[in-house]
Each structure stands twice: as structure tokens, then as C-alpha cells.
């Protein structure tokens, strides 16, 4: 069975830095792409980073290039987020997930919360 | 960067209704075009991709129909089980986008 479970968040003031962990079991977690996707409070979902499976390829929103680094280590089975420059507009429920057919997010972790605030 | 409307942003319907829920991108996206579920408090669930293929385990009541800027979510007789949020994404190219979801309630 597939597992994916993020942990990291917390709360963190503005202008600070937070990196985020998602751990992958039950699957060959070195052979497929993953994604970043965050949700604000009461908010629709926000597609964040994407890294394929060798970190070839990376992409990012806009709203958070130059801020947040995607990485994973396929020897630890770990896809991270390293964020940076935090405001209080990256307050979020923040989940990872695994690509599959159709380049689609077939399977995403329960999620870890982040709040920014003084 | 590709835009994604969903319509209607939120409906009311009773058990047994079809429910039709379409999604628009701003430029072709060929068939990179998935649907998720997402109950309150609970993690999205991936329900069609490739804008017609069903997910494994997802029950057949859900069908997904389009190809590239028009795609929609049909909802064979609503279950209690499917009053939820629903989201499209096309994943065509970067950066990945989500329409605004469409909210599904009971009337």
C-alpha cells in the first residue's frame, strides 16, 4: 500500500525558513515523479513544485520561485520542501503526492500544517 | 500560464441527480486534464486522469469526458458519499494548475 506522510510544519514567523519532509513506503519511491500542493484555510488547492524521479527536472509556481527548493534523496525514500522567506500568504496545509497515469497525483499524504504568523 | 475555470463554483443536488461539473483551460491541454474529490478536513483524492480514465477503485458513476480546452465531470446518480469538493488540474505544462474547485451540496 502506498503511504505518504509529511511531517515538518509548524509555526514559523514571517521572514523565517521551514523544511518540510514527506516520507514515501510501498512503493518504488525512486521511479516516479512527485508534487508539492498546498491549500489555505478555507481555500481551493494550489499546485506548488514538481520533481521527477532522478531530479533532472524541477518546476515551480510563481508564487513561491526563488523561495522553496524541491529535493528528495531516492536512498531515504524522502521528497523535501525547503521554504524560505515566509509570509503570512504561505499559511497552508501543505501535501505531497505521487505522480501516475496522465501525469496525475494518484496518491497524497494526509498533509502537514503550516502557519505563519508573529 | 495555463488559467482553469471550473463551473458551476458550487451547486445544490439531491441523491440520485446527474451532476455535470465542467472545467475550461485557458489553452489546449490536450487530454493532461484529472479530477480530484476532497471531503472537508481530508487529502484530495485523484478520481479520473487523462480526462477520461478512471481511477482504480473509484466507483463507475463518475465519468470524465473532453479533450483540449473543454473537459467535464459527470456524476451518474449522486451518492451520499459524494457531497464533497471537486478540482480540476491539468498537468500539460508547468506550473500544474487547479481550477477553483466546485463545491457539491445537498439540497
Known amino acids: 500500500e502506498v503511504q505518504l506522510v509529511e511531517s515538518g510544519g509548524g509555526l514559523v514567523q514571517p521572514g523565517g525558513s521551514l523544511r518540510l519532509s514527506c516520507a514515501a513506503s510501498?512503493?518504488?519511491?525512486?521511479?516516479?515523479?512527485m508534487n508539492w500542493v498546498r491549500q489555505a484555510p478555507g481555500k481551493g488547492l494550489e499546485w506548488l513544485s514538481f520533481?521527477?524521479?532522478?531530479?533532472?527536472?524541477?518546476y515551480y509556481a510563481d508564487s513561491v520561485k526563488g523561495r522553496f527548493t524541491i529535493s528528495r534523496d531516492n536512498a531515504k525514500n524522502s521528497l523535501y520542501l525547503q521554504m524560505s522567506s515566509l509570509t503570512d500568504e504561505d499559511t497552508a496545509m501543505y501535501y505531497c503526492?505521487?505522480?501516475?497515469?496522465?501525469?496525475?497525483?494518484?496518491?497524497w499524504g494526509q498533509g502537514t500544517l503550516v502557519t505563519v504568523s508573529s | 500560464d495555463i488559467q482553469m475555470t471550473q463551473s458551476p463554483s458550487s451547486l445544490s443536488a439531491s441523491v440520485g441527480d446527474r451532476v455535470t461539473i465542467t472545467c475550461r483551460a485557458s489553452?489546449?491541454?490536450?487530454?493532461?486534464l484529472s479530477w480530484y474529490q476532497q471531503k472537508p478536513g481530508k487529502a484530495p483524492e485523484l478520481l479520473i486522469y487523462?480526462?477520461?480514465s478512471l481511477q482504480s477503485g473509484v466507483p463507475s458513476r463518475f465519468s470524465g469526458s473532453g479533450s483540449g480546452t473543454d473537459f467535464t465531470l459527470t456524476i451518474s446518480g449522486l451518492q451520499p458519499e459524494d457531497f464533497a469538493t471537486y478540482y480540476c488540474?491539468?498537468?500539460?505544462?508547468?506550473?500544474?494548475?487547479f481550477g477553483q474547485g466546485t463545491r457539491v451540496e445537498i439540497k
Open positions: 520533481i521527477t524521479s532522478s531530479s533532472h527536472i524541477i
Open positions: 503526492a505521487k505522480e501516475t497515469y496522465g501525469s496525475s497525483c494518484g496518491n
Open positions: 489553452q489546449s491541454v490536450n487530454n493532461f
Open positions: 487523462a480526462a477520461s
Open positions: 510501498g512503493f518504488t519511491f525512486s521511479s516516479y515523479s
Open positions: 488540474q491539468q498537468s500539460y505544462s508547468a506550473p500544474r494548475t
